[in-house]
């Protein structure tokens, strides 16, 4: 390999400023270590400049993701960041958006929006570039900012408003196409978050309007997480809790053995009040539920629905809008209206009779015996409830309830596990949502216009950088996966301006490691070891080489992962060798 | 060197839509050439996505620059595009800027720019991270995007809202460092415009209120370009037009042949309708122009001014606002009400015993004689007039004119040439413009603190595009230097898919080139050839290769370069070699 003209990366030139205390409004772990770090600086609330050791991250990110999407067969574009409303209005999301979409006006009152996503541009570029079946399928990817005026941004890089996204659109002749441009998008993600060295989890996710499995999430697991996932530990189910689906309980119901009593609960509300009142178990209690639906006026058949659940389980919102069609909780004054008993005390006796409330109860419910519900009279409760016996068991039966650690996993396979992560991609077959909208159709064979099958993959960016360091930390600092780190290895000569030894064996150990394509930075800032060493470990550079005298002396040099609890001694002449070989391993 | 991976670039993939008439609203050849190779796509007014095929000749164009301002010692960041009103409130630009800043409110009603330009942010960013001299001097860069509300966005990308641009910005301790991190920008600029293989210019600027050589332009040389160069044939000296030095003329007037009369002009106005009716040549006619002083009060001494040239000269504005302060063209009323008689007929006899009047002179008004001037008299000119002897030399004479072709060098070395450019990249010695206002110091050896002194090195990166088309077309489409090509080598298989040997033959090209990291696309959308050829003409790839049955039977391929007349037939076993140091010499 012929020898490349190199520049020299100085720690001096990186204003390594990092800060013993986080500031004040950074509550997470990885907010705290950028700032600390002073990858970013805060400009605004949510507005952020990527300082250099930071801005490096992000390229290392954007480059691994821009290799996999050309080698999926995606193409780059570049979409403007400031967007006309008129496309927006075409598809309705003009209006529907709420305040996070930034509308602005320009200096001749015309309406734009700054991009929060490019679906509507993207489908005004290929309703124009695309005329024929022959030029499909295509997919189209850019690299942009976007913003998002959130209404309280926070947790730095995690929920900001101005960020990076990358965003590929997919255009196919038919669904069955749409599903192929989603499975290579799907395995492109796959190898993504691999090379990314983080662990994470691609889930089923909650796909609104579009049926079968047509939206998948990509977490990175941290403990941080804001999503709880849901995964088997015997197969490769694995959804997002919202979209996770509870069997139908396998067990038959007990036998009654209690008959029914009605006893006084004065003032105990909740279940779990009731059942510790009572020395029962939480899961014997019934919960009810009482919503409004929102799609259907108030009188209306339908209006007010109730919803029993198992007293220890919860309600998964999203399942049960799918089910009930949109809501809300209903209020106090509502439940006395429509009940005649305040919250706390609701029970299922004598509302199958009521033309007027549309009753359902989850799964679960339908295996209770001798259980405990609410009189439907202000303090109290029934105990040995049995169905059949003392009330039928309601018609309208469903999966309302989120899946608990233990459930058996939908696909038969094991039982599941809940860990929790941080969403950082998420891919989604679109379908002709908006294609319809606005008219973005190809002739196909017979020279007949068929509408274009969307898809839409995501992966956000900067989030990213959040969530790395989120799984990836230590009471020390960052502990960067190799692919992504700022830099690669950093050399800490002791005495870089004193020793001319040291200086020549740095500079040289700095040359083989750049000429063989490590990406290494040179601490030159002449600060004391201890200073040094702790500004590598906060920064979190996963290979650290010291130079000194002491060592030189007997012809050794010290290496340290970031993970390593104490350093190597490795001879001078094995150094570059024994580095690149670990730095290979890791990419 | 080991087999890499490569994705095959195809030209199905770039959806060349080529199309023979470009729009109506494209004025100039790059904005239609641009759009008739689909690179550009026309959202709105003044805001365009790159497609694929643009994007690529933006990323080369934003590496090469990132390449060298590496080398130059510069660090990258990345600063927001929204950016709050506070910090373009302390620097006053918040007002004075017009309506091309983009002010917009997010969701609580705060102010906030899309940036245009980042000097508050960047101060902002270097008076928190930089305390002391030891960590001087600095150069920090971005590249991105930026949006000016351009009154009448035009040109493509030449004149458009949305653009992106590389922009630095140095700090140094004092003005001896600011001009050593010039030198340092002005040479790096000097590489990268000739990395681009572009013909290229820096010419000395105009730089406003600080005084020296603080301000350079970088233009590519255009005919079609909206600014005048002016450079020395003998010389390294050279200047944008507003700001080239006119030398007072060297000769000594001549005396005086001819007797001052009064002649009859009737309607003969501007100086070249008085000389012709007069039969005499334009250089010997004086033009008078009337200005107010816009500074200065109505009624107050100083407020009109006169300002005689010769009546071939024109006027350059922005020297003359440097001589005579902030001023404006008077009106013909205005002109009546000061002078008594109408524009055309204005002369200076009289008026150097006019106290109310500002009266100035150009240089090269000094050395004529025999001269033609209006009698301040309606349809009367005198001719014969003569300094010294008809009226006396006015006291203010100063550089007032653009400079012609022909005029000595003010380096006193050769003659001026002229020609047209455009402007694409700018370096800026601001001084403490910032950092004054913003309060952005450090604290020198003494523990004292010292304001920063700042440079700004601004490259129009996606304005490049359109200068680079600008100066390398032809009737036949783009031509790209190959440093920028979209793609260095175009492979055009005639039936790649019809022909084994054709497809065999060009896949083996193509893998051979792409060993060895040329940027190479396979035409594999199987056009006929003449719609292929003149695709790629218009495309403007550098080095196209032709493989077909026909020349694979002599065992040979037609290479053709884009400036080439016609093809020439090269061994197949040769090809790569043959081009890859075609490409090689070109980079």
Redesign the interface.
């Known amino acids: 390999?012929s020898r490349k003209?190199f520049?020299l990366m100085r720690a001096?030139?990186?204003?390594i400023?990092t800060l013993k205390e986080a500031p004040a409004d950074a509550e997470i772990i990885s907010h705290k270590l950028m700032v600390r770090t002073?990858m970013i600086?805060r400009?605004?609330s949510g507005?952020?400049?990527?300082?250099?050791m930071?801005?490096r991250v992000?390229h290392k990110i954007e480059n691994i993701i821009r290799e996999e999407m050309?080698?999926a067969?995606a193409?780059?574009?570049?979409?403007?960041?400031?967007?006309?409303a008129e496309?927006w209005q075409e598809t309705g999301r003009w209006q529907k958006y709420g305040?996070?979409l930034?509308r602005?006006k320009?200096?001749h009152d015309r309406d734009?929006i700054?991009q929060p996503t490019s679906e509507e541009?993207i489908t005004?570029?290929a309703r124009?570039?695309?005329k024929s079946y022959r030029?499909l399928p295509?997919n189209?990817y850019h690299i942009q900012?976007k913003?998002r005026?959130e209404?309280r941004p926070r947790f730095g890089l995690m929920r900001g408003?101005?960020f990076t996204m990358k965003d590929a659109y997919s255009f196919d002749r038919d669904v069955d196409g749409l599903k192929k441009s989603y499975q290579i998008m799907f395995d492109a993600y796959v190898k993504i978050f691999t090379r990314f060295g983080l662990k994470f989890r691609p889930v089923a996710a909650d796909n609104g309007a579009i049926g079968g499995s047509g939206s998948h999430e990509f977490h990175v697991i941290a403990e941080t997480g804001e999503d709880a996932l849901v995964y088997s530990r015997e197969s490769e189910y694995a959804a997002n809790m919202e979209a996770a689906i509870a069997l139908p309980p396998s067990a038959e119901r007990a036998a009654a053995t209690r008959s029914m009593q009605k006893v006084a609960t004065p003032g105990q509300k909740a279940c779990e009040d009731v059942t510790n009142f009572l020395n029962q178990p939480l899961s014997q209690s019934l919960k009810v539920i009482a919503a409004i639906r929102t799609d259907i006026a108030a009188g209306e058949k339908g209006h007010f629905v109730v919803i029993l659940m198992r007293g220890d389980h919860d309600l998964n919102e999203v399942k049960t809008q799918k089910i009930i069609g949109e809501f809300r909780f209903a209020s106090e004054s509502e439940i006395i209206h429509h009940l005649g008993c305040p919250a706390g005390y609701l029970g299922p006796i004598g509302l199958e009779k009521r033309e007027d409330i549309a009753l359902y109860a989850d799964h679960a419910v339908t295996v209770m015996s001798d259980f405990i519900c609410g009189a439907n009279e202000k303090d109290m409760h029934f105990t040995g409830v049995n169905w059949e016996r003392d009330l039928p068991l309601p018609e309208n039966i469903a999966d309302f309830r989120n899946v608990v650690e233990g459930d058996p996993s939908p696909d038969g396979k094991g039982t599941l596990a809940i860990q929790r992560g941080i969403e950082v991609g998420h891919v989604f077959q679109l379908g002709t949502r908006y294609s319809e909208d606005m008219n973005a159709s190809y002739l196909d064979e017979n020279g007949k216009p068929q509408l274009m099958q969307m898809g839409c993959y995501g992966i956000g960016v900067t989030r990213i950088v959040g969530a790395a360091i989120e799984q990836n930390n230590d009471d020390k600092g960052i502990i960067w996966p190799t692919s992504i780190a700022p830099f690669e290895v950093v050399l800490c000569p002791l005495g870089y301006d004193r020793s001319e030894a040291v200086k020549k064996t740095a500079d040289e150990l700095y040359e083989s490691l750049k000429q063989s394509g490590i990406d290494v930075i040179m601490d030159d800032r002449g600060e004391r070891p201890g200073v040094m060493f702790s500004d590598w470990e906060l920064i979190g550079v996963p290979h650290r080489i010291v130079i000194g005298d002491r060592g030189l002396k007997d012809g050794k040099l010290e290496y340290q992962g970031r993970r390593d609890t104490e350093a190597t001694a490795i001879p001078v002449g094995d150094m570059a060798q024994f580095v690149i070989a670990k730095v290979a391993a890791e990419k």
């Open positions: 390999m003209e520049t001096s030139q990186f204003f400023s002073g600086r400009l605004g507005i952020y400049a990527y300082m250099p930071g801005l992000i050309n080698r067969g193409v780059e574009l570049l979409m403007p960041l400031v967007q006309p496309l305040p996070e930034l602005i320009d200096r734009f700054i541009v005004d570029i124009n570039v695309i030029q295509i189209f900012t913003f005026d209404r408003r101005e």
